[in-house]
């Protein structure tokens, strides 16, 4: 699942990349491995999901896992913490270890406008998840004719040991 993420450069020098959020950008792939996963099976059918949504979703993919990657962002050191945190921040590291979707809202230029992400309790988790990722510009419009939002499944990992 993962080899859907990891084709392009630059998601492969992100998760080459050793660091503090290794576990992080592994969970980012493994996100975008599942929600991609699903998409390929439906797309097997006839014209059930275009190619190119499919595609797009791989760039949403690549660059979500590239923002979550970059250790110097504040709200990435904050989802890191949470994830690893000590053992009473228990409340976030179980909700964050269950799968959490994530809707997401692209606007005709490319950005994100919005996510949410309904399965996710924990509002520090959530608020740094959407710091990271909303209001940001991606390299390429999304598709005129795609729907939105883009339904994706996201599985977070505590980081071993905290930060």
């Known amino acids: 699942m993962k080899q859907t993420v990891s084709g392009g450069a630059s998601a492969s020098s992100q998760s ?21 996963s699903g998409a390929a099976a439906v797309a097997a059918q006839p014209a059930a999901v ?67 992400f309904p399965t996710l309790i924990d509002t520090r988790v959530r608020d740094a998840l959407t710091e990271v990722l909303a209001n940001r510009s991606l390299a390429e419009a999304p598709p005129a004719d795609m729907r939105q939002p883009l339904v994706l499944q996201l599985k977070l990992e505590p980081a071993a040991g905290g930060v």
């Open 16 to 36: 080459a990349r050793p660091g503090r959020f290794a576990r992080l950008r592994r969970a980012v792939a493994t996100f975008m491995g599942l929600a991609l």
């Open 50 to 116: 275009p190619q190119h949504w499919v595609s797009y979703a791989q760039l949403l993919g690549n660059q979500f896992q590239a923002w979550l990657g970059d250790d110097a962002n504040p709200a990435v050191v904050r989802v890191h913490e949470l994830m690893g945190g000590p053992k009473d921040a228990g409340d976030a590291v179980a909700a964050a270890a269950q799968p959490v979707v994530a809707k997401v809202w692209v606007d005709a230029t490319g950005r994100v406008e919005r996510v949410e």
